[in-house]
């Protein structure tokens, strides 16, 4: 680190500079990874001080060293202290079974260190970085060979450290003209711009979020870079739809940044190119859906959904069949996200294509209210957000059918049994896996013998068709009535914004204070919690002079859950009665509490004080 300062502040003599090189050279192969790393660091000031010389007197080390690292015996490699080493990190990941593990070692590899691989890449880059426009001359096909297999290495750590090896090499030649920085179209990176093009695509969509981060730094250095739009549109094809997918990816630092670099690359083009290149978004789009990676499953329905929404419905309209179908597909995914954003999605596909997607429709209505009754509280909710869309998009004939269902779903709450042989002991509390958390902490058949996967990583968990990991996204239990019956409520508040539906709507609201009024099951402080949420949405919805008409028939109901031991129940029924008090008026909402059961003001005025009566 001295040396590394004396040359970068110019303190040192060119025979202290020449020693400094050879002994950074003899030091990149130090079983020490921070000495390796400053060693590159030194060489990479030494390339700013004295220029590409400096590369080409140590290259054959550096390649070499890059070379050699990139394939190994896993067990030859190792001295006999790291393979013991390695064996006791296998049985803590692996368990005592390890060796019966058929992945295990294919898993070891894609997420343990590569021996000197990621700290020779790391030299390579500073030297790249020291020697700037320099080093244009000597981008060979034969060093872009080298990173490429980096890029396409088994090791996530490797393929992270040659994106951004790329990204250094994307940048290294940059000329100044005017405010901006771009290549000239005779530099060499642009005459390999497709190879490097399309290893970006890859990049981007990788299963290892900082890989894929890695990628989309070095798409946005290469796509800026470019010295004119013509030049960049070649490369659109391959980008611009990973690019657009990743704005919605679960990993928010590769979601923001693939946002910002949306707006650098298109400016306010955006859905222009979209729709310029809609055959390759929807191809890839397709793709996506099929993904082994559920976030990335849950992106494209999201994507998909946006086509809908905001792009130019005769450029998407040819593609509807297809898109639906691929909705559909993953509407029936064993990851809960993915499914959930499929159900909105669809919801407002059907909203912007009612008659392509009518054909479709006695195969979604089935998922939809599967999806209404599911384990997961956001499921719920969203299908009841995809059903209003379906009831805006096809007007009465859908209303009556939905309405229909919902005073089924009410009605349903009577077969909910006071407690089930499978869940008797469950928890009471509110959380989102209340109902299954008691018997899942404690099952010792899910917490034993099994393998252990790195929490970074969303591929072995989150594959279509598997499970495991620290968050089984694809856990399900059979749904239970009240989970209907709280579903129906979430839909009749999304169904109280449509004008033609508010008379139908208020007539259901006696069925749904019956349902609150239950309390023979452990979770009925849940649908109690939803029915006070939801309660002031469907009062604005159907206007104070039909909501007034059904409010005592909510009183019980909300001052039972005023005063239970649940603390998300009872804050959810003062903010009730606070939302209801701006609604109706105070007074108003007093007087009726009065009206009907005195002993109710105490509790109330704790929350909404008494108002004085204006005096004329």
Not at 44 to 58: A, H, I, P, S, T
């Amino acid at each position: 680190m001295g040396s590394k300062l004396a040359v970068k502040h110019r303190l040192c003599s060119n025979d202290f500079a020449e020693l400094s090189r050879e002994r950074a050279a003899a030091l990149l192969t130090d079983d020490e990874v921070r000495v390796r790393i400053a060693a590159g660091e030194l060489l990479g000031e030494l390339c700013r001080r004295d220029g590409v010389q400096v590369y080409l007197r140590c290259r054959d080390t550096v390649l070499e060293g890059v070379a050699t690292n990139l394939e190994r015996d896993s067990q030859s490699d190792l001295s006999a202290e790291e393979q013991k080493k390695k064996e006791k990190l296998m049985e803590k990941l692996f368990g005592t079974q390890a060796k019966e593990v058929s992945d295990a070692q294919q898993i070891f590899h894609d997420t343990a260190g590569w021996r000197h691989l990621e700290t020779w890449m790391k030299c390579l880059q500073e030297v790249i970085e020291g020697c700037g426009s320099q080093f244009n001359p000597h981008v060979t096909q034969s060093l872009l060979d080298l990173l490429f297999c980096a890029l396409t290495h088994t090791n996530r750590f490797v393929r992270e450290t040659g994106f951004n090896v790329c990204g250094s090499l994307v940048t290294c030649s940059l000329q100044q003209e005017g405010v901006g920085t771009v290549l000239q179209e005779s530099d060499t990176i642009l005459l390999h711009g497709q190879q490097l093009a399309e290893h970006f695509a890859t990049g981007l969509a990788d299963n290892w979020s900082q890989v894929r981060m890695a990628a989309s730094v070095a798409t946005r250095k290469f796509l800026l870079s470019m010295p004119s739009e013509d030049v960049r549109k070649k490369y659109y094809p391959l980008l611009l739809p990973r690019l657009c997918l990743n704005r919605y990816y679960v990993a928010e630092g590769v979601r923001i940044y693939s946002q910002e670099t949306w707006k650098k690359v298109t400016q306010t083009e955006g859905k222009a190119l979209v729709e310029e290149y809609i055959t390759q978004v929807v191809d890839y789009y397709m793709e996506a859906t099929t993904a082994d990676n559920h976030a990335v499953r849950e992106a494209a329905c999201a994507c998909i959904a946006e086509l809908g929404s905001k792009i130019n419905r005769d450029v998407v309209r040819p593609h509807v069949p297809t898109l639906i179908q691929a909705l559909l597909e993953s509407f029936k995914d064993d990851s809960w996200p993915v499914r959930d954003a499929a159900c909105v999605a669809c919801g407002n596909f059907i909203q912007c294509f009612p008659e392509e997607c009518r054909p479709q429709m006695d195969n979604l209505y089935p998922l939809f209210f599967a999806n209404l009754q599911d384990n997961i509280p956001s499921v719920r909710q969203g299908a009841a957000v995809a059903l209003a869309n379906v009831a805006r998009a096809y007007g009465s004939e859908s209303l009556q059918f939905l309405l229909q269902k919902v005073q089924e779903g009410l009605e349903g709450i009577e077969k909910q049994p006071a407690s089930t042989e499978k869940y008797s002991g469950l928890d009471k509390g509110p959380a989102t896996y209340g109902v299954v958390k008691k018997l899942r902490d404690n099952d010792m058949d899910l917490h034993t013998n099994q393998t252990m996967y790195s929490c970074g990583s969303l591929a072995p968990k989150m594959g279509r068709g598997r499970g495991g990991g620290c968050m089984d996204h694809q856990f399900r239990k059979p749904a239970e009535p009240w989970e209907l019956t709280e579903g129906c409520v979430h839909l009749l508040a999304e169904l109280s914004q449509i004008p033609t539906a508010v008379q139908q709507v208020a007539e259901l609201l006696p069925q749904v204070a019956q349902a609150a009024a239950k309390h023979h099951y452990p979770q009925h402080l849940l649908l109690l919690e939803t029915v006070c949420k939801q309660l002031p949405v469907i009062g604005r919805g159907v206007n104070k002079q039909l909501f007034k008409r059904k409010l005592e028939d909510f009183l019980d109901p909300i001052f039972y859950s005023l005063t239970s031991d649940n603390q998300l129940t009872c804050s959810a029924a003062a903010e009730c009665l606070l939302q209801l008090s701006h609604f109706l008026g105070p007074n108003i909402l007093r007087g009726r509490v009065e009206m009907y059961n005195p002993h109710y003001l105490d509790e109330l005025d704790k929350i909404t004080p008494a108002q004085p009566s204006s005096i004329m």
